[in-house]
Structures are given as C-alpha cells and as structure tokens.
C-alpha cells in the first residue's frame, strides 16, 4: 500500500552525530510511547499556486527539513503515501467536480469558465500547473494515515499536507480543493464508532462541519475568529440538524486570544487525566480506552475535557492550522508556538488514536517551526532551540531558534466573553446525553487498505496514478520567483496581481452573500500602506514644490538667492527622505520583516524628479518604484523585486529515498 523510506545513517544525513539535537521527554522510555507514522511526499515543493499567493506548498518542505536535521526520522516510520484515485476523491466529492479538477489546467481554464463559476475556482483558489496531482498528494496521506490507525499499526499519523478544511463537496474554497479531512474521517468511520474532529486553526472548518453536519457519528469542535471574517461561519448556535444536533461544536474567538486565553477553554485542566498512566491502545480495546476518560473532576472541566467525557469518541483527528499563530499574515490571534502546541500535548494524552494534519498557516518560517516542533511532541521527544543546519536554514533568521513569540496586540476576549461561551457549550454537551449507539450505521464502501496486489482492479485512471507508488525520490522541484519570501509584495505583479486570486468582479451584494474573503486581512493592510503613502508623498511633493518656488522667486526679485537655494535643497531632502520611506514600506505582522526593495527605482530618481514643477507630480509618485501598490499590474517594471537567493541542496532531500519494503527507520 506504501512504502517507508530509510534515511541513510551516515554523518552527513544525520546531522545529530557529534551533538544530540533532541532531549527525550520524561515518558520517552515508557514502552507505552506512541508509534507515530509521518507521511511526506518530496513532490509537494513542486507546486505552486501563483504569484503572490500567500498559500505556498514548499512550507511542508522547509518543515520537513526540520524534522530530518532534527533527527526525528529516528523515532517514527516516514511514509510516501499512495496518492488519492478519482474514485477515492468521490466518495466524498462530486464526480463532476473531481472530473474538472482532474482536466483543468493553466493551458486550457480559458475553455471551463462556466465550471470555474460553478466550483468557485479561479478567484482564492487558481488554477496551477499539477493541481489534481496536489490534491492527490494531500487527500492520500490523510487516508492512508487513516487505514494505519484503524489497523493498529500506529498511534498517531502525520500527515501535514493535509487539513485543508474549507473545501466543499462540490465546489473549492479558501486555498482548498479536496477535502481530505473528511475523506479521513470516512476511513476511521469504517472501524470507529464516533470520531472526535478538532479544529485549531484561526478559521471555522466549515466544510468538514458541513459534511458531518447530520449525523451523530462525528462531533466536529472548532475554535476560531468569528464576525466579519472568512468564512463567515461558526456561530455559537450553529450546532447541527437532525441526528447530528448538538453533535457540531463551535467556539467563537475574538481578536489577539493569548495562550492563557486559549489554555482557559481548550486544555483539559482534570488533574486526574494528567497523573493517571496513559492506556496502551496495543492491549485495550478502543471502547475500553475510551471509557478511561470519563472520570473528570467536574470543578475543572473544559471544553475538550467535556466532549471527552459527554461524546466518549474512538479516535480524534486534529487539524492543526497554524494560522492562529503570533504574526500570521492572515491570521488575528496571538498564541506563541508553545501554545499551539499545547493542543496537540493534551489531545495526546488521552490515548487514542490521533490524526495530526496541518492546515492553514502562512508566515512559512513559523508554520514550519510550529510543525517540526509538534511532530517531535508526538514522538516524544523535546526539540533543541536551536534550529539546526538544514536546506532552508538562512530563512530563520536573525535568531534561527525553534520558536514563535507572541506580541503585544490586545487580547479582545474578554474572561466573561470566554465563561458566557463555555456556558452555552457545556449546556448544549449536556443535551447530547449517552455516547450514540452505532446500530444500524451504514459504513462507508470505499476501501483503503486493500493490498499492493489489488491494484491490478483499478481502472486505467487509477492504474496511471499508482504507477508511481514506486517512482524514487527525484527532486524536479524547480523553485518559483519569491517563493519562500514572506513579503507581502514578492514577486511580479505582487499581491495586487489580481488576476490570480480574487480578480474575479462582482457586485456588492454578491460579495455580501458569500461572505468576506479569506485574502481581506492582506487587502486591508495593503490599502492601509496605500493611504501612508499617499499622505508621505503629498508632503514630500509640497515640500519640494515649496523648494521649487523658493529657488525662482530668489532669481526673479535678484535678490534672496541663499533663502530660494535653502528651500529647494530643504524641499529636495524631504522628497529623498519621503522615497525611502515608500520604498522600505511599512513592518509586516511577523513584526522582523520588511518589504523587498526594488534596485530599479532607487530614491534618487524622486530626488530628481522633486526638483521639477508641481505639474510633475505623478512621476514623482511613481519614482517609489515596484512598492506602489497603485501601479498597474500590467505596467510593473519588468525585474521582481530582489529575493533570497535560492539555499543550496543538501542531503537531506537525499535522506527521503523509498525503500522497497516497510521498515521502521533507525
């Protein structure tokens, strides 16, 4: 079904030899210590959504790279899974919509226009070289991980090209095209009889809610923003219809939550839970585990706690977006890495087989932190804080540590805001009574776990996509312009090119119905820079007008020429001054970034350009060069603005060769 890959033990791909980058954790010889399965495919850098996109696939990269230099292959099975087949994809989706997916490309999405209206691709979601292959990449490892837990070959499976939680049955949505929570979900549903799903990233998973949005089966909690941003869904009272009636869980959050804040309505505070040795999932039956978990101190029970002890699940999958993070481009809380992980260090505790996704998350060095760091939880191992060397070392900088800090936004969540919520939960958790029986539940029929030797049932579809289960680990990866700048303004066109995401017009009211965008926190601070401009500009140009007029009233009157020469050098400054300041543009959330530089405009064409008439003040304007955002995508300069040169090569991509048979790494 899969293969694992062995990385070499040589010097030069352990970069653990010589200096342990790891620190065991005090459970790391328990021979109860979880298995965990990683599963990573080397083509996932190979993709790319466009220019100026914020979602960037070479993340689970430059995770990846973490991982390995950390030594973290050592402690868990790394898998290559197979990728998903049409067929697999609609069990869940639309045939129609996997079919269009699977024949769109940049070359002919001229030729699908009433499609791309009606599966909203084109706007949050292009169309890029290799998309159906990506989706694949990222709904084949979720299931595959899947199959793993419900057959007790492992505890916990990773699987970090995953999470993409908004795409719906028949239509993509925020970055995300296949749905592979669900397809996961429809595989643990095949051996568990409730699946508990988790949702941490800053948005509402509102299509794995959707989907589950019936049945008792799968109770969905998600904590995220809410009011006024996308997708516009996950109200508290949104909890369900029919047999899945308070079986969906929302928690709505405010702007610059803490860790503190978070800890408060997430983290199971049961002391009980804590100091009671975790159940080995090997000798207990998951019934039995889950049983386990029911005696909580009532005084001290949480949200998750409740859900445990009301809902009494089987197995739980965590989407763990990282968007929620301190400095998210797109994101509005504060917590540190530390207290993302939290999540993940509670959630483990309770024993039960564990899906770990990724999700959003677009500030790439911190996503990447964030995952390398929550993957060793999951190993059991404790991270040095020192990154290591690895292939994407340089963007780590200045002070290449394993960590996120928080900053000092205001916390909006007030603690009768946060207790008012959990009230209403708990009471809607009380309404659910007894754990439901799964009597008379039809399983899905799709099958995941067949062996290597079935594959010759496929069809010719399916055959062509799993021929290259054995395919070795080549790396074609050529990298794209700007593609690991976290800039806001990388690349040709920048993010104002809005021909690749969001170009699509619309009226107001259309806007209205289908709710905020998910790009609205980058567009709104990209117009915040466009009015700080404006307003340094026009007093740049005043000043230098100013000038102007100083140095030929001083020649007319034949007279004052040293008070006309002070003005206009006086007015010239301020103009030089006032281009460097476009040019350099304001900080970014992460709060250590600048945007790029443009060398083709350089502050003295505006010095130039001051000391002309005040009928030229356009051309003074435009000498802020590529960092106007009022500037034409079609009339940009024809230079990118200057990158990051692209990091050498290392062994590590080397490491991530296929072994013909599985094999725990060593």
């Known amino acids: 079904m899969s293969s694992t890959f062995l990385p070499p033990n040589s010097a030069a791909h352990n970069p653990t030899a010589g200096g342990s980058l790891l620190q065991p954790r005090s459970n790391a010889s328990n021979p109860n210590s979880s298995r965990v399965c990683y599963f990573f495919d080397s083509d996932i850098g190979n993709y790319h959504y466009g220019p100026g996109h914020p979602m960037k696939p070479t993340r689970i990269r430059m995770c990846h790279s973490l991982v390995m230099n950390y030594g973290l292959y050592k402690k868990m099975e790394i898998f290559r899974a197979k990728p998903a087949t049409k067929r697999e994809m609609s069990q869940f989706h639309t045939d129609e919509y996997v079919e269009f997916l699977n024949r769109v490309t940049p070359d002919n999405v001229d030729s699908f226009v009433r499609e791309q209206a009606k599966f909203n691709v084109g706007d949050d979601c292009p169309v890029f070289d290799g998309l159906f292959e990506y989706c694949s990449i990222s709904a084949g490892g979720s299931m595959e991980g899947a199959a793993r837990l419900s057959r007790d070959k492992c505890d916990i499976a990773i699987n970090w090209a995953g999470g993409l939680h908004h795409a719906k049955k028949g239509e993509a949505s925020g970055f995300c095209y296949i749905n592979d929570i669900v397809l996961g979900i429809l595989e643990l549903l095949r051996y568990h009889p409730r699946v508990l799903y988790i949702d941490i990233d800053v948005h509402h998973g509102d299509g794995v809610e959707e989907a589950f949005y019936t049945t008792d089966r799968v109770m969905t909690c998600s904590f995220h923003k809410y009011g006024e941003f996308f997708p516009g869904t996950g109200e508290l009272r949104d909890v369900g219809m029919g047999k899945g009636k308070n079986y969906s869980v929302n928690f709505p959050l405010r702007d610059g939550i803490t860790d503190e804040s978070y800890k408060s309505v997430f983290e ?281 007029g100083g140095l030929v009233n001083g020649h007319a009157n034949g007279h004052g020429h040293g008070n006309g020469n002070g003005a206009a050098a006086q007015g010239l400054d301020d103009a030089a001054k006032g281009a460097g300041d476009g040019d350099k543009g304001g900080p970014l959330m992460g709060g250590d970034e600048k945007m790029d530089e443009d060398p083709s405009h350089p502050p003295t064409a505006a010095v130039a350009a001051a000391s002309q008439a005040t009928t030229q003040q356009q051309q003074q304007q435009g000498g802020a060069g590529g960092e106007d955002m009022d500037v034409d995508a079609d009339t940009r300069p024809s230079s990118p603005p200057p990158t990051a040169p692209p990091p050498a090569r290392t062994a590590t991509d080397d490491a991530a060769a296929p072994s013909s048979s599985s094999a725990t790494a060593q």
């Open 268 to 548: 199971p505070v049961s002391r009980w839970i804590r100091h009671q040795p975790p159940p080995n999932p090997r000798l207990l039956t998951r019934a039995a585990t889950a049983m386990m978990i029911v005696p909580v101190c009532a005084a001290r029970r949480q949200v998750i706690s409740q859900i445990m002890e009301h809902y009494q699940p089987s197995a739980v999958v965590l989407q763990c977006g990282s968007d929620s993070l301190a400095g998210d481009k797109l994101g509005c809380f504060n917590l540190s890495m530390r207290g993302h992980a939290n999540c993940v260090e509670f959630v483990k505790s309770f024993g039960l087989p564990l899906l770990l996704l990724g999700g959003g998350g677009y500030t790439m060095r911190n996503v990447s932190r964030a995952w390398a760091y929550e993957t060793g939880l999951a190993a059991g191992q404790e991270l040095n804080s020192q990154v290591p060397v690895n292939e994407y070392y340089e963007y780590f900088g200045p002070d290449y540590r394993l960590d996120v800090r928080p900053n000092n936004m205001e916390d909006l969540n007030t603690r009768e805001y946060l207790e008012k919520i959990k009230v209403q939960v708990f009471e809607n958790l009380r309404q659910t009574g007894h754990a439901p029986s799964v009597q008379g539940h039809v399983e899905p029929r799709f099958d995941r776990d067949r062996d290597d030797d079935d594959d010759d049932d496929d069809d010719d579809a399916d055959a062509e996509v799993r021929a290259s289960k054995n395919r070795k680990y080549t790396d074609r990866r050529v990298q794209k312009e700007a593609e690991l700048s976290d800039s806001e303004d990388e690349g040709e066109g920048g993010r104002r090119d809005r021909r690749d995401h969001g170009g699509r017009a619309s009226s107001r009211s259309a806007e209205k119905e289908k709710g905020p965008s998910i790009l609205q926190p980058l567009l709104d601070r990209q117009r915040e820079r466009e009015r700080e401009r404006e307003k340094a500009d026009a007093s740049s140009g005043s000043a230098g007008s100013a000038g102007a």
